[in-house]
């Protein structure tokens, strides 16, 4: 069988590290808010370049946070609307309406699967305020159109880094490249935790002095609350196996760009349309491999007939799921056809040599 994912196999590759850490937390007596979350924070921001991080619960309430904080600071207020692709993860649309913004989807460029700049100023009207770049299956959806946009517009550029962790635009790590940021570190993702864990980075000050307080109660001295908050926090177990983790992501990063660039180079089935490779390697870490195929379900069977699991990113678009009813009429055709036709290859540091020879001779292997 070659798995999907295999956390198993990847958290065991490490396992001196992990039990070393959390051995470490667990005899430390103190296991919310200390030394952990420090060093994971400051070694989080070395890894961007320099950005101020807050270790927070998960993913969707980095995003949720930097919502908040921007609405607490008065660059958001309710009804502001903030654009978000069509074609993403629900976490991201749900942090604006969360946060009582109004979301406005957008179909991406179907090559990329990323939003494109000239799509998104058509959009932009007199309430838009911000745009969530998300960094979907790992490629970075940031270039120098957004920030011009983001100039002239007086826009909010928040980046969704969820995916796409030690991608490079430029020399600059996603995550760095708008006015926020927001990652995970779900167990799935390419730098997983062994369970919730998630992360906002900012080089503005202001900005991470509110999110700090917001995923305390609101709170910077114990029991004086100065806004509403939240409990978002980073548990020093998850910061430290998070520390025993990093140092080995671009090792993991790697793999999975070796690994696309076999595939990209040697799947030739006119029945798969597989995805490029940036001019700029860097530009993409590869959380996802997603092939299009108008047999989508013959594919699925052919790969599991050939004990290949797959798994769709994601089969439902976001205007067509229940929880965004109020959003059914809109046709976003780019979303609806990406949600028909995605499918997602095993790809990852659980792979042997051998396993991606495999899925290659299957791949080529698929008539219909
Ligand atoms: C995983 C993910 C999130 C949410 O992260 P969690 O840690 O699961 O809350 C948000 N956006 C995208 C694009 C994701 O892939």
Redesign the pocket.
């Known amino acids: 069988m070659i798995k999907f994912l295999d956390l198993k196999e990847i958290n065991d590759g490490l396992s001196r590290e992990i039990e070393t850490a959390a051995l470490r937390v667990l005899r430390s007596g103190w296991y919310i808010g200390g030394n952990e979350l420090r060093q994971f924070e400051a070694e989080l921001s070395d890894y961007l370049g320099g950005a101020g991080v807050a270790g927070v619960s998960?993913?969707?309430?980095?995003?949720r946070l930097i919502f908040r904080s921007y609405t607490q600071l008065g660059r958001l207020s309710p009804g502001d609307e903030v654009i978000v692709p069509s074609n993403?993860?629900i976490?991201?649309a749900l942090?604006v309406s969360d946060s009582g913004l109004r979301v406005v989807l957008v179909d991406p460029n179907p090559e990329t699967h990323n939003l494109d700049a000239n799509d998104v100023e058509a959009t932009i009207g007199p309430r838009t305020r911000a745009i969530l770049l998300?960094h979907?299956y790992g490629r970075n959806s940031y270039s120098k159109e957004f920030d011009a946009l983001a100039k002239t517009h007086d826009l909010l550029l928040i980046e969704?880094n969820?995916?796409a962790l030690g991608a490079c635009y430029e020399g600059r790590r996603t995550g760095m490249l708008g006015h926020a940021s927001?990652m995970?570190?779900?167990p799935g993702?390419n730098l997983g935790a062994l369970g919730?864990?998630?992360a906002v980075a900012s080089t503005d000050p202001e900005l991470m002095a509110i999110v700090r307080s917001m995923r305390n109660y609101g709170s910077s001295t114990k029991y004086y609350h100065e806004f509403k908050g939240f409990n978002n926090r980073l548990d020093e177990i998850q910061a430290a196996i998070l520390s025993a983790k990093l140092p080995y992501l671009d090792d993991e990063n790697l793999r999975r760009r070796n690994i696309a660039g076999e595939y990209i180079q040697l799947v030739s089935n006119p029945l798969i349309e597989v995805p490029s490779m940036p001019a700029d390697p860097q530009e993409h870490v590869w959380?996802l491999f997603v092939v299009r195929t108008q047999h989508r379900d013959a594919l699925v069977k052919h790969l599991s007939d050939n004990s290949i699991e797959t798994v769709v990113h994601y089969p439902v678009a976001i205007h067509q799921q229940s929880a965004y009813s109020e959003y059914k009429q809109l046709s976003l055709p780019v979303a609806e056809e990406l949600a028909s036709q995605v499918l997602s290859i095993p790809i990852g540091s659980h792979l042997k040599d051998s396993d991606v020879d495999t899925v290659i001779d299957v791949l080529n292997a698929f008539t219909y």
């Not at 998960?58 to 995003?63: F, K, T, V």
Request: net charge negative; aromatic share 12%; no cysteine.
């Open positions: 998960n993913g969707l309430d980095a995003l993403t993860f976490a991201s942090a998300v979907l969704d969820a995916q927001a995970s570190f779900y993702k919730d864990a998630g959380h």
